[in-house]
């Protein structure tokens, strides 16, 4: 089990974030993902997904990660 974090992301900066959350494996990850994407409305926004150690684990364009 890891912690992940969720950020969304303009411009290579954090617009929005959750806090770290404990799951069993990164595929856990994705209906938070989904989550946040249906919250995001202003174009050119991704979705960041970080591990523990701090590496990007996911990272989806919020129109891609819509369809």
């Excluded at 290579?12 to 806090?19: C, E, G, M, P, V």
């Excluded at 994705?30 to 994407?37: A, I, K, M, T």
């Amino acid at each position: 089990m890891g912690y992940q974090k969720s950020d969304v992301v303009k411009d290579d900066r954090a617009i929005a974030a959750s806090q770290s959350v404990a799951l069993r494996n990164l595929r856990a990850a994705w209906p938070r993902v989904v989550e946040l994407v249906s919250s995001v409305d202003e174009p050119g926004c991704r979705i960041r997904v970080t591990n523990e150690a701090g590496e990007v684990a996911i990272l989806v364009c919020v129109v891609s990660a819509r369809r």
